[in-house]
């Protein structure tokens, strides 16, 4: 494989990991520890974030390596995905792993694998967060993450025309402008920071770290399969 094949199946997971075992240096869960802590979750929230903006536009250089139309779209500035960040950014490369996938005659059956990438969510979630300095420290905040991921089916999450749907589809839109307000620092001058319209939502209860971590999760799994598909089909094809 390539160094950037390597990369593409790499788990975000490990990022979540490193995460909560610096969390664990501070042996103690004292409200004093909260500033730390949060300055913590923003650094482990970028960080996955910018793994997944990375991986998919690493994704993206090995379809233009195989594929030298897509390459002459891309170099021609015909074909563009702005940062990688947003959804529908993120939908555009599932799309195109699909649609080439499909292309050079492989089977792009990702609806096979989300059961096992929902519950795979759900498990690396509950053993990375279990009995954790993080945990014990947001009990109200993971225990409506607990309660949110339960609703998770699915048919919310790489549909055939949406990549995320219902519930988490919302909750990512407020992943969305986090990962902004933490990137670009807006959170320092910024004082409108909720619209009235956006407290009254009633999805605002799912929207912290715990839901983000686990909707990166999930995006996560369903790029390496989509992946793993379209270099299986690619592979048979030469």
Not at 24 to 32: S, W
Not at 69 to 83: A, P, W
Not at 92 to 117: A, C, M, P, R, W
């Amino acid at each position: 494989m390539s160094v950037r094949t390597d990369f593409i199946t790499t788990s975000v997971y490990e990022i979540l990991q490193q995460g909560v075992a610096a969390a664990e240096c501070l042996q103690q869960d004292g409200i004093d520890t909260y500033p730390i802590l949060d300055y913590l979750l923003q650094s482990v929230f970028l960080r996955m974030t910018g793994f997944e903006e990375q991986k998919l536009r690493n994704i993206c250089w090995e379809v233009a390596t195989v594929d030298l139309d897509y390459r002459y779209k891309t170099l021609q500035g015909h074909v563009s995905y702005g940062e990688f960040s947003k959804l529908d950014d993120k939908k555009s490369v599932f799309t195109l792993l699909k649609e080439k996938t499909k292309e050079y005659g492989g089977e792009f059956n990702i609806d096979s694998k989300k059961t096992d990438i929902l519950n795979e969510v759900k498990f690396e979630m509950e053993v990375a967060m279990k009995d954790s300095l993080i945990a014990r420290s947001f009990p109200d905040e993971y225990h409506r993450y607990e309660i949110f991921v339960k609703t998770w089916r699915t048919d919310h999450f790489a549909k055939s025309n949406q990549l995320l749907a219902g519930s988490i589809e919302k909750v990512y839109d407020a992943l969305y402008k986090q990962r902004n307000r933490c990137a670009h620092n807006t959170a320092s001058y910024q004082q409108d920071m909720l619209t009235l319209t956006e407290m009254q939502d009633s999805q605002m209860m799912n929207c912290n770290y715990f839901s983000y971590f686990a909707i990166l999760l999930l995006l996560d799994k369903v790029f390496t399969e989509s992946y793993r598909m379209f270099r299986d089909s690619y592979k048979t094809r030469v």
